[in-house]
Structure formats: C-alpha cells, structure tokens
Nanobody
Framework: EVQLVESGGGLVQPGGSLRLSCAASGFAVSNSAMDWFRQAPGKDFEWVSTIYAGGKITYGAGMKGRFTISRDSAKNTLYLQMNNVKPEDTAVYYC?????RGQGTQVTVSS
C-alpha cells in the first residue's frame, strides 16, 4: 500500500527557508517519478516540481532557483527545499506519486 506523509511546514518570514519532507512507504522513491504540488486558499492545485526515476528534475514557473527537489533512497523520503520564500508561496504542499498524495503540510509565509 502506498503511503505518503508530508511534514516540515510552518510559519516562515518572507525571504526565509523551509525544508519539506515526504516519507514514503509501499514503493521506492528512487524508482519513481514523484511530484510536489501545492494548493493556496481558494485556488486550484499548482504543480511545483517533479523528479523522475532517472534523475531528471523540472520546476514550475517561478520555482526554479528558489526551490530544490531531492530524494534520499536510504530514508525513502522526498524533499522540497524552499528558499527565499514569498507570501504567494503560502499553500498546503503535497507530495504525489501518480494520483496518490498525502495529507499535505501547511506553509505560511508572513511577517
């Protein structure tokens, strides 16, 4: 059974950093294409980043250079390092494997 558990969200000031984690079970993150999505209040889901099984990485508009997706095979965990965050980054962040997703972790960027 696929399980995804996100953590690491919280309140951060503009310009600050956060690292989100997604602990996975039921499959190997190193052999899978995985995504980060986010949903801001009242808005649609927005794609943030994808890391493919072969290692290719892609980012959504405005994310590249500020966000970094990575994975740890030994811990079977996906990460999203968020730097220089902005108020518009406020959202619930989800890691996804296909249509599977976790409960999400709230990120709030505010002074």
């Amino acid at each position: 059974e696929v399980q995804l558990v996100e953590s690491g969200g919280g309140l951060v000031q503009p310009g600050g950093s956060l690292r989100l984690s997604c602990a996975a079970s039921g499959f190997a993150v190193s052999n899978s294409a995985m995504d980060w999505f986010r949903q801001a209040p009242g808005k649609d889901f927005e794609w943030v980043s994808t890391i493919y099984a072969g290692g290719k990485i892609t980012y959504g508009a405005g994310m590249k250079g500020r966000f970094t997706i990575s994975r740890d095979s030994a811990k079977n965990t996906l990460y999203l390092q968020m730097n220089n965050v902005k108020p518009e980054d406020t959202a619930v962040y989800y890691c996804m494997l296909g249509a599977n997703r976790g409960q999400g972790t709230q990120v709030t960027v505010s002074s």
